[in-house]
Each structure stands twice: as C-alpha cells, then as structure tokens.
C-alpha cells in the first residue's frame, strides 16, 4: 500500500461549475477524513466516515458540498455551483482509529476562476 | 472546542543557529502532532507526543509535550536550508462522533544560508 491517493491534484474550474474529487484511504483504514486548507492557513476539518457512514460534518459544509463513502473504500467530495472562496487545497486523511495516526493524501488544489 | 495557537508565524533563522516554536493549546489534548509542509504539497508527519513529558527527536528537530502548561515546542537544532517549510502543530479534539486534528496557522520557516 502506498498510502493515501488523492485524484486528481490540481483542478482549475469556471465558477458555477460542479467538480469532484476522489480519495483512496490505506486500505486498513476505515476512518477517512476530509480537511480544507486555504492559502497561509491550517487545514480545517470538513467532515468524516467510519466506513460508509458519514458521522459528522463540520459548519464549513455548506449545502453546495457532499461526500460519500458508498462502499467504506474509497470516498468522493463533490462541490456544486463553485465560487471563488471554494479555491483551496483538498485534503484527505485517513486512520485506523480515532485514535491513532491520520495519514494525509497529496491534495487536490482547486482553483475557481 | 479545541482552539490550537503556534508561534512566530514566520521564521527567518540563518544556518547553524538554533530556534524553538511554541504551540499553545485551549483545552485538554493529551496528545499533540507536529507536521511539516513544503510549498504545494500535503502534510508529512514529524512526531506524534502521547503523554505529559513526552519527548521526540529526529535529527535537528526536537518536540516535546507539557499537557499541565498546554504546551509543546518544537527546536531546532543547528538549522539547515532544507528544514525550510512550514511546520504546523495539531492537537486530538475530543467529541462529536470522533476525535479529529485541529491545527494551528502554521510556522513558515525559511533558513538562510
């Protein structure tokens, strides 16, 4: 296993269009997370599975925002109707428990021009 | 809920000097998480400190961990070009339907030969 695989790394979008991304945890990992980084900021939590099931969203998920996880393997995070302040740095994570260590993707950056 | 604050924001250090980051956490965290960042990359994770007391060292960096101060420092030993990055500190927030990483802004560190 090579870690965490995020797909793709960098998407430049028109705004009002939809994008998704995709996250392939390490495959022991039924915990995955999913963080937003804005340029010059911390990464800041969005949301988690354990498996297939969605157990919290943060404030920052706004209705325009959805992920899934369908077969507690890989999970996508959609963005409907992009605006510019969506431009940022995607990050996924997972672990095996709350626990233990969360091992982060490369990022998806996304761009909205 | 957990609120994680680092210091300084930007560091210039000149090579072979020594330096130390402070992070300072809100609430109860008994265990904190130093990563370091390169410019467009993901999160590579330095230490994970479990414990009040708790020292880790790798190199020219040291990290430790006082749970009673809610502090924990990270030192550079004898600083070279390539530890420039920045270095963000994240501590364990308990509660919701799982524990997750809050981070602070991050140290961006920039070593000058």
């Known amino acids: 296993d090579t870690g965490v695989s995020q797909d793709p790394r960098h998407k430049i979008t028109k705004r009002g269009q939809n994008v998704t991304f995709r996250c392939d945890p390490i495959?022991?990992?039924?915990?995955l997370y999913w963080y937003r980084q804005t340029l010059g900021q911390g990464p800041e939590f969005l949301t988690y599975?354990?498996?297939?099931?969605?157990?919290?969203k943060s404030r920052l998920l706004s209705d325009r925002f959805s992920a899934e996880r369908p077969k507690g393997s890989f999970s996508t995070l959609e963005i409907q109707r992009t605006e510019q302040g969506d431009s940022a740095m995607y990050l996924c994570?997972?672990?095996?428990?709350?626990?233990?260590?969360?091992?982060f993707g490369q990022g998806t950056r996304l761009t909205v021009v | 809920e957990l609120k994680v604050e680092q210091n300084p924001l930007f560091l210039s250090m000149q090579e072979g000097k020594n330096y130390t980051i402070y992070c300072n956490y809100s609430?109860?965290?008994?265990?904190l998480y130093w990563y370091r960042q390169d410019p467009g990359k993901s999160l590579e994770s330095l230490f994970v400190?479990?414990?009040?007391?708790a020292v880790k060292q790798e190199g020219r960096l040291m990290a430790s961990l006082d749970t009673k101060a809610r502090l924990s420092t990270l030192h550079i030993t004898a600083a070279v070009h390539d530890l420039s990055a920045t270095y963000f500190c994240?501590?364990?927030?308990?509660?919701?339907?799982?524990?997750?990483?809050?981070f602070g802004t991050g140290t961006l560190l920039a070593v000058q030969p």
């Open positions: 495959s022991e990992h039924n915990r």
């Open positions: 599975f354990q498996n297939e099931a969605q157990l919290e």
């Open positions: 609430t109860t965290s008994d265990r």
């Open positions: 994570a997972s672990s095996y428990t709350s626990d233990t260590e969360a091992f």
């Open positions: 994240a501590g364990l927030n308990y509660g919701g339907a799982t524990n997750k990483l809050i």
């Open positions: 400190l479990l414990s009040n007391g």
